[in-house]
């Protein structure tokens, strides 16, 4: 295909090129754009390092920063501005620079001046002998508190965003929230393996509660090792806080890890126990997990996850047994929803992409094979957190149309298969999604489960 633009000279006269454009082809200006269209035009408008457009794309929550952003790319590169005049240039003044805006008619040397003493200074309390000053806040409870309520002894240690400090080492803030005692807080902190089964892993209580922006860790009875309770809170987008992860013990040497899950099928905190048990005559290896009914544990924290109060599947069915899972509509919104998980694009609902019966992406089947195509998990002898997933398939049936807004799906699906290899186990499940109660799309998807398999009798192939 000729390109419209021949001559760099003809884009300094955009109204000539949309003339043009339309001339060449006319339906442009009538035909509705796809929701995958309107979703690559706004990633163009997004990239990285090019200059920003000079319009709004589209009216959504990014209006803001649709609204300034080719101005103030402006300001941040004179060569960018016509004849190269600063004047020419909008300047924001935000909420931060007011902040500090205390004088009248500050001279710009002085202001040039705080800013470079406040940098400097920054720097110097990055050398002191403590490697958290200037990095965390810690909050103690008062002395009164204490005495009133002596059992109630609080450390909250936060870790609030900013760009002007440096995140604390991974080292000196496990060091911190081990304390100074040696008990089991130190060991879960500080030992950088643990014992799992016959195996030694790297150990991930270290990287659950390793430092990040935005993060608070709350320690109830910091100096009473049979009372301490761990909490790490995140910071959500309006500013709450949420528990994720709790780490507490339960008799003198068995400690419980709870990771709290949010974002699920029954939009309430659903969470998942671990276990390790704590060794301290075992110096190299203080830390051990417990395998008992782990499991179980974990089927069940996924089950509910994915499918919330449902009725799970007996494990004694027969691997080639079918799974119906029910139906689904296609709506604009999970459509939306879809394409911003999966580009990491808000969907912005110009075209074709809001009207019923409008096209969706062929690979949205998989958001309505997917109760069906991890229902049969639940079956196979292994654990999820083994799980790896491998690939997807997609094969539209001969005759059938795209999916559109406002289709009624049913999904059903089996087991294909159960392979040994010489790296665990590898499951294939094949999904056909129903359209009118005619099959419209099949997905297979292949699942692997690292580690030895424990049950030969399982393997088959159909």
Not at 107 to 129: E, G, M, W, Y
């Amino acid at each position: 295909m000729q390109s419209l633009v021949l001559n760099p000279a003809d884009i300094t006269d955009p109204k000539w090129l949309v003339a043009k454009t339309v001339n060449m082809f006319p339906k442009c200006s009538q035909q509705l754009m796809s929701a995958e269209d309107a979703s690559f035009f706004i990633a163009l408008c997004k990239r990285r390092g090019q200059k920003p457009v000079p319009f709004v794309p589209a009216l959504d929550e990014n209006f803001e920063y649709w609204f300034k952003k080719d101005s103030l790319w402006q300001s941040d590169d004179v060569d960018a501005v016509m004849d190269q005049e600063a004047d020419r240039t909008c300047i924001l003044q935000g909420p931060v620079a007011v902040k500090y805006s205390t004088v009248a008619d500050e001279p710009v040397k002085s202001i040039l001046d705080d800013i470079c003493n406040a940098h400097l200074q920054q720097i110097a309390s990055q050398t002191d002998n403590n490697p958290l000053q200037g990095n965390v806040k810690l909050i103690r409870s008062g002395t009164e508190f204490e005495k009133n309520h002596p059992s109630q002894a609080i450390e909250i240690h936060r870790i609030p965003c900013s760009t002007n400090t440096a995140l604390p080492s991974a080292e000196s803030w496990l060091e911190m929230l081990g304390g100074d005692r040696y008990a089991w807080r130190k060991a879960v902190f500080g030992a950088k393996t643990v014992t799992q089964g016959s195996c030694t892993i790297a150990n991930p209580l270290r990287k659950l509660f390793a430092p990040a922006w935005n993060t608070e860790v709350t320690i109830e009875h910091p100096d009473e090792p049979g009372k301490t309770i761990f909490k790490l809170r995140d910071q959500t987008d309006d500013k709450s806080a949420i528990d994720t992860i709790r780490l507490r013990t339960l008799t003198e040497n068995k400690i419980e890890l709870t990771i709290i899950y949010h974002l699920n099928m029954l939009y309430e905190p659903v969470a998942l126990n671990l276990r390790v048990a704590y060794r301290p005559e075992v110096r190299y290896a203080p830390i051990q997990e417990i395998m008992d009914q782990e499991n179980e544990r974990v089927e069940d924290f996924y089950w509910t996850s994915w499918f919330g109060r449902e009725k799970r599947p007996s494990p004694g069915l027969p691997l080639g047994g079918e799974f119906d899972v029910g139906s689904l509509t296609v709506t604009k919104e999970e459509v939306a929803d879809f394409i911003h998980v999966v580009d990491g694009i808000d969907q912005q609902g110009s075209g074709d992409g809001d009207e019923p019966g409008a096209i969706v992406p062929m690979d949205f089947a998989i958001k309505a094979a997917w109760k069906a195509m991890v229902m049969p998990l639940f079956i196979v002898e292994g654990n999820l957190v083994d799980l790896v997933h491998l690939s997807n398939g997609f094969r539209m049936i001969d005759t059938a149309q795209p999916l559109r807004v406002g289709d009624v799906l049913r999904s059903t699906s089996y087991i294909r298969a159960v392979r040994k290899t010489d790296s665990g186990k590898t499951v294939e499940v094949f999904v056909t999604i129903f359209r009118h109660c005619k099959p419209t799309i099949n997905v297979r998807s292949c699942f692997h489960y690292r580690g030895e398999p424990n049950d030969d009798n399982e393997t088959f192939e159909r």
